[in-house]
């Protein structure tokens, strides 16, 4: 492993940008070398999201609901993001309920990701959740979620389908399958 760099010195940074969800930051930063650069970054609210890979018996949990963004229809993980005074575990078992319909008893961290932390400041903590009950409260989704099962042994043919392409959605899965020793 090498040795830690030291950080750039951000000599400035102006929002050029805003929306309700995002705010674009351009950021003058001066490197260890004396050489500057502008780069522009999207920050969140900070407040945090999860994503929860739910285990029903020998079943995992997928949700398919609407992407803006791919304006399609894509098969994922429940998620979703922290509310205020929320903990991240509480928001999981929230986000199942919403979704699809089960809390958790059992909830581990299996990691914390970001997204393109190049671009952009939010990060994401992926649990897996087990002992699913039923439960369902009232999420702010336009329309249902269809709660698609998978069974755990066929977890490599999810990665063939076309809809499941979300790469934190192939994260979880990959960390999901190393939790549970999958083969």
Same mark, same amino acid.
């Given at each position: 492993m090498g040795e830690r760099r030291q950080k750039p010195e951000i000599l400035h940074t102006e929002v050029v940008a805003k929306s309700r969800l995002f705010q674009i930051e351009q950021v003058h930063l001066r490197f260890a070398n004396q050489v500057e650069r502008y780069y522009e970054r999207?920050?969140?609210s900070n407040r945090g999201a999860v994503m929860v890979v739910p285990v029903l018996g020998? %079943?995992? @949990?997928?949700?398919? *609901?609407y992407a803006a963004g791919t304006d399609n229809y894509e098969l994922g993980f429940p998620k979703g993001l922290v509310d205020p005074g929320e903990l991240p575990a509480e928001a999981a078992n929230r986000e199942l309920q919403e979704e699809i319909g089960f809390g958790a008893h059992k909830l581990t961290l299996l990691k914390e990701l970001s997204l393109a932390p190049g671009y952009f400041s939010s990060k994401m903590q992926i649990f897996l959740a087990e002992d699913l009950y039923e439960s369902r409260l009232e999420g702010d989704e336009p329309e249902p979620? *269809? /709660? /698609?099962? #998978?069974? @755990? /042994? =066929? #977890? %490599? %043919? @999810?990665? *063939? @389908?076309? =809809?499941?392409? *979300?790469s934190r959605s192939v994260s979880a899965l990959f960390l999901a399958q190393k939790h549970l020793h999958l083969k």
């Amino acid at each position: 492993m090498g040795e830690r760099r030291q950080k750039p010195e951000i000599l400035h940074t102006e929002v050029v940008a805003k929306s309700r969800l995002f705010q674009i930051e351009q950021v003058h930063l001066r490197f260890a070398n004396q050489v500057e650069r502008y780069y522009e970054r999207m920050k969140g609210s900070n407040r945090g999201a999860v994503m929860v890979v739910p285990v029903l018996g020998e %079943q995992l @949990l997928l949700a398919r *609901e609407y992407a803006a963004g791919t304006d399609n229809y894509e098969l994922g993980f429940p998620k979703g993001l922290v509310d205020p005074g929320e903990l991240p575990a509480e928001a999981a078992n929230r986000e199942l309920q919403e979704e699809i319909g089960f809390g958790a008893h059992k909830l581990t961290l299996l990691k914390e990701l970001s997204l393109a932390p190049g671009y952009f400041s939010s990060k994401m903590q992926i649990f897996l959740a087990e002992d699913l009950y039923e439960s369902r409260l009232e999420g702010d989704e336009p329309e249902p979620i *269809e /709660v /698609v099962p #998978w069974p @755990l /042994v =066929d #977890w %490599q %043919q @999810l990665l *063939e @389908l076309d =809809d499941f392409s *979300e790469s934190r959605s192939v994260s979880a899965l990959f960390l999901a399958q190393k939790h549970l020793h999958l083969k």
